[in-house]
């Protein structure tokens, strides 16, 4: 006869119905909620718009508007993107940061960022001139059309010959003198055919320029580009060790036999950030007596070009040692100057006579300098000679207590 088991055992079923209303009641936000914010979208749904519909520029500058592409329904789709208007006297592209583009491809609830490139071409006057943009999916069932027009106004100055451009998005770099500036130039081919462009660069006397490929560390002095085609180059820039602290401007030239361009960039220099600490005698160790206060004097030099402003004094020192500097920090400390400080030292009551280190460091904004000392810590000698009257009597006592139990 089996013996009957105790408990209720519940149906496969019945547990895994009970475990995946567990999961959902657990993680509402997960597929399901996925599914949801899919099932709101249309089944497709494409548009093309651009950030500005109308923009008003000097007559001969270029424009770049920025476009966004963007996929709105739950289907991934293959949109091909065109210009179908283009006015006479004008050139444009729609592009990325580096190429052309006439199609992306987008996912479910997607959109991308591009960029109409517009140019107009010699002579093209003031006016209003009106540019159409297309997006359409790769099986022809959706169409986004926009529009951006573009009125250029008269200026009075005459335009410069175009064919090549010269851009930097930091064109002032800051820091200290013994440092090493890189500028970021991009240089974009607007001709018509492939070009080689040469490189060249104006600075201060005696400082250092030369210009490297993108990530790389080998010099250059000339650039190949096909036509339409941009391209970025580093300028790295050394300048001389003593020059002062200030504004100094650097001039980009890119030259080849059909067009030159050229750009200002600037550096300025905050100055180095140098410091000197030590004493007059180039001696670092000091005689304190435990428990009283002893003196030694240290200096601290800017030997940078750079004023130095709240230099402060601090000390790693033994336990219940005290140090005291005098005075406690400086303001301001100008290049070339030094300053004379006093410092106290006062070793523990307590202390063992022996060598401790004593650290001293001075702490400016951009650089720190430290020291340190051995400290030779003695006793007094008052105490000494209490030592020896003690042991004196304790000699006198021991020969008197000898000679009294001899004579009994």
């Known amino acids: 006869m089996k013996k009957k088991r105790d408990g209720l055992r519940l149906p496969t079923g019945m547990v895994l119905f009970v475990f995946a209303l567990w999961a959902v009641l657990l993680f509402p936000g997960g ?14 749904a494409i548009e093309v718009a651009p950030e500005y519909t109308g923009v008003i ?40 940061y580096s190429f052309d583009v006439t199609g992306v491809y987008l996912g479910s609830d997607k959109s991308k960022s591009l960029t109409l490139k517009a140019e107009p071409k010699e002579g093209t006057g003031p006016g209003k001139y009106t540019f159409g943009i297309q997006g359409r999916t790769q099986d022809g069932e959706l169409v986004s059309n926009s529009k951006v027009t573009i009125t250029t106004t008269a200026k009075v100055e005459e335009k410069k010959a175009k064919g090549v451009n010269l851009n930097t998005s930091y064109p002032v770099l800051q820091g200290p003198t013994d440092a090493k500036f890189e500028f970021s130039v991009e240089v974009e081919n607007k001709t018509d055919k492939d070009s080689i462009f040469n490189l060249s660069a104006a600075g201060p006397a005696n400082w250092e320029l030369n210009f490297k ?28 060790l003593m020059a002062e602290a200030g504004n100094y401007p650097i001039t980009v030239k890119v030259s080849s036999p059909d067009a030159r361009a050229e750009a200002e960039l600037t550096v300025v220099l905050t100055g180095t950030y140098k410091m000197d600490i030590g004493t007059p005698t180039g001696l670092l160790s ?64 307590q202390a063992l006579v022996g060598d401790y280190s004593l650290n001293v460091m001075a702490e400016g904004e951009r650089t720190n300098k430290n020291l340190e000392f051995r400290v030779s810590v003695k006793a007094s000698s008052v105490w000494g000679w209490i030592g020896i009257g003690i042991i004196v009597l304790v000699l006198l006592g021991l020969v008197g207590l000898f000679v009294y139990v001899g004579r009994r």
């Open 213 to 240: 490929p993108a990530y790389e560390d080998k010099f250059i002095s000339s650039l190949r580009l096909k036509e339409r085609q941009s391209q970025s180059v580093a300028l790295e820039v050394k300048p001389y």
């Open 286 to 349: 000091l005689t304190a007596m435990r428990g009283e206060p002893s003196n030694v004097s240290f200096y601290v030099k800017n030997s940078g070009s750079a004023v130095q402003n709240n230099l402060r004094f601090m000390s790693v020192k033994p336990e219940n040692w005290k140090v005291e500097f005098k005075p406690e920090k400086i303001e301001t400390l100008p290049p070339g100057e030094t300053k004379q400080i006093e410092m106290t030292v006062s070793p523990a009551a």
């Open 31 to 44: 597929a399901m909620g996925d599914e949801k914010e899919k099932k709101d979208l249309p089944p497709r």
């Open 57 to 96: 520029v000097p007559v001969g500058d270029d424009v770049s508007v920025d476009l966004t592409v963007a996929n709105k329904g739950r289907k991934d789709e293959f949109i091909d993107l065109s210009l179908t208007q283009i006015p006479e006297g004008w050139t444009a592209r729609i592009k990325t």
